[in-house]
C-alpha cells in the first residue's frame, strides 16, 4: 500500500495566490517531512513536523498534521513564479536511520 | 560545504550493459540511500547503508541490481544487464550519523536511459 498520498496530483495558480496541498497516510509516524524537486534536479527538504505537532511554520510555509486523521497540508502563502515545482511529502515511520517514505508528488506551476 | 554529489548526471547503456552510480555524501553523513524515481512519479526507497554495512534493502529489486558502501570513496549502485524498466532517475540521499530524527539531503540524481 502507498504511505503518503498527495491531493491534488497538480494544480495552477497566478502569482499572489495561496497554494494549498494535502497529504494523507497509513501508518504511525515519528514524523513527515515536506521536501520540494524543481525539474531536473533533487529534492530539497522544505519542513518538518513530529508526531506530536499541529502546526508548524517557516517564512511562508506552513504545514499542519492531524494524527487522527493521518493527513497532514502545505500551505504556500503569497506564491511566487519560482515556487513552480512539485511537492512531496514524506512519512518517517522510525525505521532504522531516517528512512523515508514518499507520495506521488503535487505539481505546482504558478503563473506569472 | 558541498552538498551530496552524484554521478554521471547521465547514463546511457543498452540493454545487456552495466550502469555504475556513484553517491559522496556530505560532509560527515555516514549515512547513505538511494531512491528510484520514475517520471511524473514520487520517489520509491531501495536500500539503506552506512559505512561498509547494508542496513535496509527492502526496496532493492532481488536480481541484477547491488549496493555498496566502502570505507573509503563513494556509495555504488551497481546494476548489472539493465533493461529498458530500469530507465529512471536514481537519487542518493545522505545523513548524518545522529540518533535524532533529521531531514535527508539529496543529490541531483543520475538519469539512466537504457536503449
Known amino acids: 500500500s502507498q504511505q503518503g498520498e498527495e491531493d491534488p496530483q497538480a494544480l495552477s495558480i497566478q502569482e499572489g495566490e495561496n497554494a494549498t496541498m494535502n497529504c494523507s497516510y497509513k501508518t504511525s509516524i515519528n514524523n513527515l517531512q515536506w521536501y520540494r524537486q524543481n525539474s531536473g534536479r533533487g529534492l530539497v527538504h522544505l519542513i518538518l513536523i513530529r508526531s506530536n505537532e499541529r502546526e508548524k511554520h517557516s517564512g511562508r510555509l506552513r504545514v499542519t498534521l492531524d494524527t487522527s486523521k493521518k493527513s497532514s497540508s502545505l500551505l504556500i502563502t503569497a506564491s511566487r513564479a519560482a515556487d513552480t515545482a512539485s511537492y512531496f511529502c514524506a512519512t518517517d515511520t522510525g525505521a532504522a536511520g531516517n528512512k523515508l517514505t514518499f507520495g506521488g508528488g503535487t505539481r505546482v506551476l504558478v503563473k506569472p | 560545504n558541498a552538498g551530496v554529489m552524484q554521478n554521471p548526471r547521465h547514463l546511457v547503456r543498452r540493454r545487456g550493459q552495466e550502469a555504475r552510480l556513484r553517491c559522496s555524501p556530505m560532509?560527515?553523513?555516514?549515512?547513505v540511500y538511494w531512491y528510484r524515481q520514475l517520471p511524473e512519479e514520487g520517489l520509491k526507497f531501495m536500500v539503506y547503508l552506512q559505512k561498509e554495512n547494508i542496513i535496509d534493502e527492502s526496496g532493492m529489486p532481488k536480481e541484477r541490481f547491488s549496493a555498496e558502501f566502502p570505507k573509503e570513496g563513494p556509495s555504488i549502485l551497481r546494476i548489472q544487464q539493465v533493461v529498458r524498466g530500469d530507465s529512471a532517475a536514481y537519487f542518493c540521499?545522505?545523513?548524518?550519523?545522529?540518533?535524532?530524527?533529521?531531514?535527508?539531503?539529496f543529490g541531483n540524481g543520475t538519469r539512466l536511459t537504457v536503449t
Open positions: 560532509k560527515g553523513h555516514s549515512h
Open positions: 540521499a545522505s545523513s548524518p550519523p545522529t540518533g535524532t530524527r533529521s531531514p535527508l539531503h
